[in-house]
C-alpha cells in the first residue's frame, strides 16, 4: 500500500521526532533494494604448463601472468579450476567473470571481452607412434574414418569450421588418448603444449602417441564475459602491456616454455 506524502506531512506536525523515525523505517520497508555488488570470479583449467593445479595451490605459465597482474592492480582474486566445458559454459552466462587461457578464434570474438595475448597454442593431429600412420594435407585427415576431439576446445571449432564431418567429441584430453590407443578412432586433433602432462596424467608414456600433421596455431588470452565493464578489462590491458615492456612477461614465458618464443604484440 502507498501513502501519499502529503498525509504524513499533516499527521506529523506535533510529532515530528517520532514521524521521522516513522518514515525511515516505511522508506527501508517499501523503497527499492540496492543491488549487491558483483562478485568477479576467475575460471581456469587443468591444462599444464600453462594453467593448473597442484597439491591445491595455483601453477603455470598463465596463472603467473595472471598473479602479476592482479598484484599490478591490487587484486587478490582466487583462481577456481574446472572442467573446460563447464567453465566455458559459466563465463558465458553473466556476472563479472574471466576464464583463462581462451584461444581466440572469429567465432568466439564477440563473446567475450579479451585481455592477451598470453601464450600461443600448436594444433596438431596424432596417432599411436609406430602404427603407420600419415597424413599429408588436412584432406587425408577429413577422409579418415574419426578424429577426436576435446568438446568445446578451439580444435573443436576450428576443424568444424575446414568442413570437418568425421570429429567425434570427448569430454577430456585423457579420454581421447585411451580411445585413441585402444584404436577406436584414427587420430586425435589437440593443441601440442600440454601433450606431455596431459599423456602423464593418463598414464600413458610421451612415446606412444606422435605428431602425423601439425598445422594451425592460435594465441591463447584472458577472456572476460561480456557483463565484465570495459574499465576492467582495459585496466587488465594495461597491467599485461606494462609487463611486456618492462620484460616480465618474457621472464615467466621462458621459465615455462623456454623454446617458445613470447607474443608480445597485440
Request: aromatic fraction near 10%; include cysteine; hydrophobic fraction near 45%.
Amino acid at each position: 500500500m502507498f501513502l501519499r506524502f502529503g498525509f504524513w506531512r499533516q499527521a506529523c506536525r506535533h510529532t515530528a521526532r517520532p514521524c521521522r523515525w516513522l518514515l525511515c523505517l516505511l522508506m527501508v520497508a517499501i523503497g527499492p533494494t540496492l543491488p549487491a555488488q558483483a562478485q568477479q570470479r576467475l575460471l581456469s583449467e587443468e591444462f599444464a604448463p600453462i594453467n593448473f593445479s597442484e597439491n591445491g595451490e595455483a601453477k603455470g605459465l598463465a596463472v603467473e601472468v595472471v598473479q602479476e597482474i592482479q598484484r599490478r592492480l591490487k587484486k587478490e582474486l582466487p583462481i577456481e579450476f574446472q572442467p573446460w566445458a563447464r567453465a566455458y559454459r559459466e563465463v558465458q552466462l553473466g556476472g563479472e567473470t574471466a576464464l583463462f587461457s581462451m584461444a581466440r578464434t572469429p567465432g568466439r570474438e564477440r563473446l567475450f571481452k579479451w585481455v592477451g595475448p598470453v601464450v600461443t597454442f600448436y594444433s596438431s593431429i596424432y596417432a599411436p607412434a609406430r602404427g603407420g600412420l600419415r597424413l599429408r594435407s588436412m584432406d587425408d585427415a577429413k577422409r579418415a574414418k574419426s578424429v577426436l576431439v576435446v568438446r568445446d576446445w578451439y580444435t573443436s571449432e576450428e576443424l568444424s569450421q575446414l568442413g570437418f564431418r568425421n570429429l567425434v567429441s570427448v569430454a577430456d584430453p585423457q579420454a581421447a588418448i585411451r580411445m585413441l590407443l585402444a584404436q577406436r578412432a584414427d587420430y586425435f586433433a589437440t593443441e601440442r603444449l600440454s601433450m606431455p602432462k596431459i599423456m602423464a596424467q593418463a598414464g600413458v608414456p610421451e612415446d606412444a602417441l606422435e605428431i602425423v600433421y601439425s598445422y594451425a596455431s592460435a594465441e591463447g588470452y584472458i577472456a572476460f564475459s561480456r557483463d565484465t565493464p570495459d574499465r576492467v578489462v582495459q585496466a587488465w590491458q594495461r597491467a599485461l602491456d606494462a609487463m611486456k615492456r618492462d620484460g616480465s612477461f618474457a621472464a615467466i614465458y621462458k621459465r615455462w616454455l623456454p623454446q617458445d618464443s613470447p607474443p608480445i604484440k597485440r
